[in-house]
């Protein structure tokens, strides 16, 4: 599959860049005569480094671009991570829910597609910086109003999302799915 190919071989080219300078850096502490501390000792990272970032490789060069592994590609993405959390919100005015579990149900829900933007926007799947980021701002904007109704429970806000929502999927789609059609 082609799309697949140019992902993977993105990820190997990331890779390579992430782990050169801890080849080179290795290499030269051996060079060294043996009286540095050998480089795996120093910290991998500084402390900063934000919480949700992958873990870079030991002794990986401070600031390095961490290396994304990809678990779907983008049709398995839509179809089983965005296609089912955005349904919750579509299909959210056939039920409202009764108990907290269900509230939390739903909380859970509406953050994982919030999220599921961000993982769009991720390099390299995002397919440019401009039109692909506005599209996918959208559902991160109508996910983050979903996530943020669900945590209050304001249920008639969460049925009024329907529009926005359905516009988020359908402008992307216009701009970057195959043989897509916006309906009249
Ligand atoms: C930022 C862009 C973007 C957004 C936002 C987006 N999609 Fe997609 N979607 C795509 C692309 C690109 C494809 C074509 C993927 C392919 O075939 O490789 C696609 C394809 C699909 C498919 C067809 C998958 C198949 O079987 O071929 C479904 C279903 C889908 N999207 C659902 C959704 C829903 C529902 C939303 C909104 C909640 C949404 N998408 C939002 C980019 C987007």
Known sequence: MRTLTLVLSAAAL???QVLTPTVAAQ???TAGGGTQAPVAQ???APAQTTP???AAPAGAAPGATPVMLFAATMKGLMVDLIFPTSNALFYVSREEPKNGVEWAQLELTFLTLAESANVLMAAPRARDQ???MDDARLLLNVGVKAYR?????NYNALVELNDELYESCQSC???YRPGYRRRP
């Not at 109704?149 to 429970?153: L, Q, R, T, V």
Request: hydrophobic fraction near 40%; charged fraction near 10%; proline fraction near 9%.
């Open 173 to 175: 789609h216009v701009h």
């Open 14 to 16: 990331v890779a390579i």
């Open 130 to 132: 401009g039109q692909w």
């Open 149 to 153: 109704n669900a945590k209050a429970k």
């Open 42 to 44: 120093t910290p991998a």
């Open 52 to 54: 949700t970032a992958p």
């Open 27 to 29: 290499g030269s502490s």
